[in-house]
């Protein structure tokens, strides 16, 4: 059974500052795996998605690698800002359509 | 492109009474699943459709939780009788066929009081 972790639970940082957030899964048969984020009281907007046969998306500011053999994503937040304070959620899409959440890191970004 | 909509938001109830979210959709979307989302942690799925067939209720209690999609479009999704452990965020999420991105509707707030 896949299980998917994410550490940490929750990140505070000052404004400006380059952040990671990590991921971890138990099964590599994964078909690609995706960052969500989730503000409060709204549903989850996925961020990226990087296939199974690629290390790394960029989108903006926002960088996501994967190590499928190792069973790891990291997501980069450069020069974050307030703006970015949420939840980031991890899935990864596994057969018959279904994805298998973490259970999240919480970010605060002070001003 | 109208998202995934969700009603009610907000639910309040008392233990044992019956509840009911309603989930409609992206237009088109074959893909049709509920998630429940309890504080702190991550979605788990609870039932997924393909257009009016269930493909996965492995994870619903189906001692007091029903789900149905009639004519492959809008969903509705049933508790009864609600325990307080069921208080959490119920999400409704669709896919377009040979597709992998899921999109999310704002989720409807159980408390069960």
């Known amino acids: 059974k896949q299980e998917v972790t994410q550490i940490p639970a929750a990140l505070s940082v000052p404004e400006g500052e380059n952040l990671v957030l990590n991921c971890s899964f138990t099964?590599?048969?994964?078909?690609?795996l995706q960052w969500f984020r989730q503000d409060p009281g709204k549903g989850l907007t996925s961020l990226l998605l990087i296939q199974s046969s690629q290390r790394e998306q960029t989108s903006g500011r926002l960088n996501a690698s994967l190590d499928k053999s190792s069973g790891r994503s990291t997501l980069y937040i450069a020069a974050s800002q307030p703006g970015d304070s949420a939840t980031y959620l991890c899935?990864?899409?596994?057969?018959?359509?279904?994805?298998?959440f973490g259970q999240g890191t919480r970010l605060t970004i002070n001003p | 492109e109208a998202g995934v909509a969700q009603s009610p938001r907000y639910k309040i109830i008392e233990k044992r009474q019956s509840v009911a979210f309603w989930c409609n959709p992206i237009s088109g979307h074959a893909t049709l699943y509920w998630y429940q989302q309890i504080l702190g942690q991550g979605p788990k799925l609870l039932i997924q459709?393909?257009?009016?067939?269930?493909?996965?209720d492995s994870q619903l209690p189906k001692d007091r939780f029903s789900a149905e999609r009639l004519k492959g479009v809008d969903s509705t999704l049933k508790i009864q009788p609600a325990k307080l452990e069921d208080s959490a965020v119920y999400l409704c999420?669709?896919?377009?066929?040979?597709?992998?991105?899921?999109?999310f509707g704002p989720g409807t707030r159980l408390l069960v009081l």
């Open positions: 099964d590599s048969a994964i078909y690609n």
């Open positions: 459709f393909q257009n009016n067939g269930v493909v996965d």
């Open positions: 899935a990864v899409f596994q057969g018959a359509q279904k994805l298998v």
């Open positions: 999420a669709s896919m377009a066929a040979g597709a992998e991105t899921q999109y």
